[in-house]
């Protein structure tokens, strides 16, 4: 089946007790058993609960993978697949990681002695000086965030293999509608369900996909002993979300390329980092391992903190507010908000500077977000 069919049905049978065509939400922390042990699937709802299989079926099967394990947060499903390290190993990750990434490595696991090497993994040299005998993983986020670089998934995961190592993307700015890791030769991919998977900013969630049995045993027993599980609610709420996935992807990715049009051609910007921008540096690469641009904009306003301020003070249909992937325009600065966890003189060696705004483009009508922009520059 195709990726709208899957976004609809997959994992979802009417109920098989009422008919009803929606996955109900089961509210419940437990299941009767007939017998001790003798049970229909269900013990304990931290363990398994059925709204949750059917979230997570319907996430494996549009990542094209086998299995899929959905957690409260983004960082929730990070945890657990940092959880399969132990002290003494070394990870190889892109240097423009979202800041909560970057922290959960610098502050969590680095003290749990396992080393990280942050490197630009868009230049493939570096990428394979950074391995080391003691490396177990690689970390990727493509498109990064919020620089968009692209990394190219299928070399630098086959690197990792060569050297025994899992690879992981963080596919949040794509989503699986446009950017599908495992059939690129990646081992996990990884969300931020908070963003477009459930695409109405009323959920925080994580989830990961793989199609590698053992490791998915593995991060399945992480995922239960460790408890991070989504309430039944938000699996609800999720899977209601994954419905409309793919068409809000493709109106996301038309209007991003409209405003990354406008916003290039306007006198007071400086530059616009958009991977479907034909100036985006590595443009063929995400026309290569992309079926499409996505809804995130980076561009540099003239001047410096204080026109970029008036602007995020002037716009008005964009919110200035963290997070992105909803069907609302959300607009934020970077070194201030998403980015600050990350040490300043990294900022600026990765070109975080106070110039820096980021758009989530939306799904409204785009001649009213581009009205808005000609407003808040002029
Ligand atoms: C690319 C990316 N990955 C992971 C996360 C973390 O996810 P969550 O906030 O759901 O824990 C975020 C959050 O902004 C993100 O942007």
Same mark, same amino acid.
């Given at each position: 089946m195709k990726f709208g069919t899957l976004a609809i049905h =997959?994992?979802?049978?009417?109920?098989? =007790?009422?008919? =009803?065509v929606m996955t109900p939400i089961y509210q419940t922390s437990t299941y009767a058993q007939k017998s001790p042990g003798v049970h229909q699937g269900y013990e304990y709802s931290r363990t398994d609960n059925p709204t949750r299989t059917a979230y997570q079926a319907c996430v494996a099967a549009l990542e094209n993978a086998k299995h899929g394990l959905a957690f409260s947060s983004g960082l929730a499903a990070m945890d657990c697949i940092l959880h399969t390290l132990r002290p003494g190993d070394h990870v190889v990750a892109c240097d423009d990681v979202y800041g909560g990434t970057f922290r959960i490595f610098d502050k969590v696991y680095r003290k749990l002695g396992i080393e990280f090497t942050s490197v630009d993994l868009s230049d493939l040299s570096k990428a394979k000086a950074a391995f080391t005998p003691k490396t177990k993983m690689l970390w990727m986020e493509?498109?990064?965030?919020?620089?968009?670089k692209i990394l190219d998934i299928a070399a630098l995961s086959q690197m990792a293999r060569a050297h025994g190592a899992i690879s992981v993307v963080d596919n949040t700015f794509l989503s699986p509608y446009f950017q599908k890791p495992l059939d690129l030769g990646a081992d996990i991919a990884v969300h931020s369900v908070t963003k477009y998977i459930n695409g109405h900013s009323d959920v925080v969630g994580g989830v990961l996909a793989t199609s590698n049995t053992a490791l998915y045993e593995e991060l399945k027993f992480y995922q239960n002993a460790c408890g991070a599980v989504p309430a039944p609610m938000d699996c609800f709420l999720v899977l209601r979300g994954l419905k409309t996935l793919h068409v809000r992807m493709e109106q996301h990715a038309k209007n991003a390329m409209e405003i990354a049009r406008y916003l290039e051609a306007h006198p007071r910007v400086e530059r616009v980092i958009y991977p479907g921008l034909e100036s985006h540096p590595q443009h063929a690469l995400a026309r290569k391992q992309m079926s499409g641009f996505g809804g995130m904009i980076t561009f540099f306003i003239k001047g410096g903190l204080s026109e970029a301020r008036t602007f995020l003070e002037k716009v008005e249909i964009f919110t200035l507010a963290e997070s992105l992937g909803g069907v609302e325009s959300l607009i934020e600065h970077p070194a201030i908000m998403t980015h600050a966890s990350i040490p300043a003189e990294t900022r600026k060696q990765l070109g975080i500077h106070d110039n820096l705004i980021r758009i989530s483009t939306g799904i409204e009508d785009v001649s009213d977000l581009l009205a808005d922009l000609k407003q808040a520059l002029g």
């Open positions: =997959a994992g979802q049978e009417p109920d098989s =007790a009422t008919g =009803a493509s498109p990064t965030n919020p620089m968009l």
